[in-house]
């Protein structure tokens, strides 16, 4: 009987047994299953943090203007009578350009030269008289006078018909014209514009903090979205007297020549100031860091093994950030050249990570991108 219990107690306790090394066992495949769940291997894709030259600039945009340029018109009305350009045309300083009817005006000059030239023989006679004390230094006096006064009224009526004559002011290109022959003009009417292209101003505004980086003679580089990837040099030529006392901005004037009549005023442009000396810094693209009200990081791969470059184990790193230039970033700490930084694919990371690299679809980052036309 004691041996039948002995033998009952051994059997249940070889079952529990079995029971608790199998419940020990599964709940230890769980327990490593459900810790390959929480941190599988994530995909990202990386960049090289490499040192490249960084030369500070300052941008802005500015608005392209001609040296010289002009609405042209008369100050006088009248109908149009002549018309020596078109839209579009190349003209010199002092080309006529267009002319108003001046028949009555040119009648009257002749009858007002005619008087002139009558108060002259007159005077030339009282002043031979004079000679033989035949008339007074008085009569030679009001001759002389009226002598004046004719040719003053001659000049006069000259200038008139002048008015009605329309001249370049200066070399340039002209515009579209806007005036017909026949057509009657008001004073101030706009017959075309006139706009000498060589030479271009391109005005920009900079706030106040940024004076003590610029001065007379910088280069500047501009680029419009009109020719994507071309950019005209030159220089400041001016900065103005006064900071706007609303926008605490300073207006800067840049020169640059045009010599292919490229740019035309009125243009968009995107101006950089060079400013400070050249430093050679780790560049970064922008999507490489992530910002965070405590601070901006990044992730960078460390690899275990030498041999495998696909694989490895992301790191975050606080880092400090400079400026900007295109798509990239200057890192002042934090990073060192070489390392492999992750730059997409951060949100699914954190410290201790697993990570498989793809770089089959990382774009191209630019200094200065582009839009390009699909």
Known sequence: MIKRMVIMLLATGAVFGGLYGFQTFKAGIIQKVMAGMA????TVS??????????????????????????LALQVSGIVEEKSFESGDTVVAGQSLLKLSAEDDIAKLAALK???????????????????????????????????????????????????TLRAPFAGRLGIRNVDLGQYLTAGTTIVTLQALDTLYVDLYLPQQALNQIKVGQDVTTTVDAYPGKTFPGKISAIN????PVSRNVQIRATMSNPDGLLLP????????????????????????????????????????AN???????????????????????????????????????????????????????????????????
């Open 39 to 42: 941190n599988p291997p994530q």
């Open 241 to 244: 007297s006064k900071v706007d």
């Open 308 to 374: 495998d470059s696909k694989n490895g184990v992301a790191r975050q790193m606080f880092i400090k950030t400079g400026a900007t230039r295109g798509d990239n970033v200057a890192i002042i700490d934090g990073v060192k050249a070489g390392e492999q930084v992750v730059i997409a694919g951060q949100i699914k990371l954190r410290n201790g990570t697993p990570v498989t690299i793809d770089n089959s679809h990382v774009p191209t980052f630019e200094n200065a991108p582009e839009i390009k036309d699909q």
């Open 266 to 305: 009125g243009m968009f442009g995107r101006v950089k100031i060079n400013i400070g000396s050249s430093q050679k810094l780790i560049t970064l693209p922008q999507t490489a860091i992530v910002y965070n009200p405590y601070g901006d990081s990044v992730f960078i791969v460390d690899h275990p093994t």
């Open 46 to 71: 990386t960049a090289d943090a490499n040192v490249s030259d960084w030369q500070d600039q300052v941008e802005a945009v500015g608005t392209l203007k001609a040296v010289n340029g002009a609405d």
């Open 114 to 164: 005619a008087t002139a030239d009558n108060y002259a023989i007159s005077l030339k006679r009282a002043q031979d008289q004079q000679k033989v004390s035949a008339v007074s230094q008085a009569t030679v006096d009001s001759d002389s006078a009226n002598l004046k006064n004719a040719q003053a009224l001659v000049a006069q009526q000259q200038a008139i018909i002048d008015q009605k």
